[in-house]
């Protein structure tokens, strides 16, 4: 995809001094960013063509978030209009076109980090994944001495490398290659050799202009050696998503890694030529290791796929219950939230856990997980996101006004830097407290198995209870013709005033209208059939049960 470029320049961990920008850049960046905010309505109406069944899209999740510190699926159907992001992505094809022709050539192409929720992404995914490729490629980055004397991320190794390309087709291939380079160090700061360094994964993703998506799973590790030593940041690009097992097969790549870096490229190959695994499926790779000899190494895919991307203990690690809460309400009802923290990894597992907060809902407009410094100014939006941002940055940030910015960081003073001020209110008082008690099973040692099954346990019953009631509002005057929603009579058949409140909000939100239209345009014989509709039923019927014994 077209957008701004920006010089990268390295050579110190720390930020030292801010890297100088053009003037003109500046200048162009406020006055198309102020230009776009003073444009302030949120659009609904996402586009849908209709042939997407709502439960196939959520059959099977996506996600990315890794497992130790910090993604999704561009299924079949990509011609899926972005909505608000899909104008972000034209404007910086304007930003790029009006600053290029002041930038040197060797300056990298950015692709812009839009991500969808990890649900939606990964649940495009249908096929039996066998006979589909792990990865695309794999490219190792590290910060290079330039002739300036500075360090600049270089793509040192890329496996495999592709043959037969047509021009446009290298062009592409080229631009998401740069792009990999500003994802992978986002940090836009001097760097210089290190002799300590705390390895870190996380997770991206790469959306073009046309809407195409490719998932990047990034671990960064100081390579063994003495003395002084660039980091490396080893990059998968796959087109499934499935952060679970690529962060066990980062794990491989750093063992090797330990050894020798020849090392890494068999067990690559031999990763490559395996299919990947279906839900509940597992597949082994076999891989020789001197001194060790041939080892196995198994991958399982869990069976509640859409969980499999999500680790839901780092967001219970840097929030109470109470603050999960409130950030759950902001995000229900689409509104703009920064979180910011130190870690990249902290990033990108508690913006994705968040987002699979919502299931069956789908979060639809920009989610970011970790902001390059060069893309900041996208906070000025004013559609809704959800964005991660380093901490360093967050004096860029804080100025913006009805937003909720979230500080993940220990040592910090206050959670909620800025806030509405209402996020406690949101949410029927009574729902809210059945969510806190059933959070309550959970505790501090809780395993990630134990989380997956308690989290999902706490959230999903609200949804149900909230607006579990749709199917009875959805007009078919034939079965082969689609449905027609009933707003009106949806609210009105609901008892409670302050759950009828909180849904005559909701019920406007983008993720809500994709969901109806979805259930709209499916055929007849399908209602009933989904795992929220299940869950529906087996809530209505336990119901039924205590009504029928009082």
């Known amino acids: 995809m077209t957008s701004p470029r920006g010089t990268w320049i390295f ?65 079949e159907d990509q011609d899926q209009e972005l909505g608000a992001m899909k104008r972000f992505s034209s404007m910086f094809s304007s930003f790029r076109g009006k600053i290029s022709k002041d930038r040197a050539s060797k300056e990298p192409d950015l692709l812009v980090s839009t991500e969808l929720s990890p649900v939606e992404e990964k649940s495009k995914e249908q096929r039996y994944a066998s006979g589909q490729f792990f990865f695309e490629y794999l490219v190792v980055v590290t910060p290079k001495l330039t002739k300036e004397g500075t360090y600049e991320p270089q793509i040192i190794y890329q496996f495999p490398k592709k043959d037969g390309m047509v021009r446009f087709q290298k062009e592409e291939e080229e631009k998401t290659l740069k792009a990999l380079k500003l994802f992978c160090f986002p940090e836009g700061v001097n760097w210089a050799p290190l002799t300590e360094y705390c390895s ?18 990034c671990r960064r590790l100081l390579p063994y050696g003495k003395g002084a030593r660039p980091p490396e940041a080893y990059c998968i690009i796959s087109n499934v998503a499935c952060f679970g097992l690529f962060s066990n ?26 299919a ?4 509940g499926h597992t597949v082994s790779i076999k891989s020789f290791i001197p001194e060790r000899g041939t080892e196995t190494i198994s991958l399982t895919r869990p069976t509640d796929s859409w969980l499999e991307h999500v680790d839901f203990r780092t967001l219970f690690n840097c929030l109470s219950d109470e603050e999960v809460l409130l950030v759950f309400a902001a995000t229900v009802l689409e509104r703009r939230i920064i979180f910011i923290a130190e870690e990249l990894g902290t990033l990108s597992q508690v913006i994705h856990a968040v987002a699979v907060l919502l299931y069956p809902f789908i979060w639809q407009h920009t989610l970011i997980s ?8 996208v906070v000025m939006a004013p559609t809704p996101y959800l964005l991660g941002v380093q901490k360093r940055l967050a004096d860029q940030v804080t100025d913006q006004t009805e937003v909720l910015v979230v500080d993940l960081s220990e040592d910090r003073k206050e959670t909620f830097i800025k806030c509405m001020g209402d996020e406690d209110t949101i949410l029927p008082h009574k729902l809210k407290e059945e969510i806190r008690q059933a959070l309550g099973a959970k505790n501090d040692k809780s395993s990630l198995e134990e989380l997956n099954q308690v989290v999902p346990e706490a959230f999903l019953p609200f949804f149900i209870k909230t607006v579990g009631h749709f199917a009875k509002h959805i007009v078919r005057n034939d079965k082969d013709k689609q449905g027609e929603f009933q707003p009106r009579n949806f609210c009105k058949a609901i008892e ?8 005559k909000k909701f019920v406007q939100t983008q993720m809500f209208d994709l969901f109806i239209q979805e259930v709209e345009q499916r055929p007849a014989s399908q209602d009933g059939t989904g795992f929220f509709e299940r869950k529906i039923a087996e809530y209505q019927k336990k119901m039924r049960e205590r009504a029928k014994k009082h």
């Open 11 to 75: 050579s110190s961990m720390r930020s030292k001094t801010r890297p100088s920008q053009d003037e003109g850049e500046n200048n162009f960046r406020r006055r198309l960013f102020s230009s776009f905010r003073g444009e302030r309505q949120r659009s609904k109406g996402a586009e849908d063509d209709g042939t997407t069944d709502i439960e196939k899209r959520r059959a099977l999740s996506d996600g990315g978030i890794e497992t130790s510190k910090g993604v999704f699926l561009p299924g």
């Open 200 to 217: 870190e994964t996380f997770s991206f993703v790469l959306t073009d202009v046309d809407g195409s998506r490719k998932n990047g799973y």
């Open 249 to 274: 097969i980062f794990d491989e790549v750093e063992k090797r890694r330990k050894i020798s870096m020849a090392m890494i490229y068999p067990f690559m190959q031999s990763l490559r030529e395996s």
């Open 276 to 279: 990947f695994p279906a839900p």
């Open 370 to 377: 970790i902001i390059p410094e060069i893309l900041i100014d």
């Open 496 to 503: 409670s005033k302050s759950t009828r409140r909180f849904v």
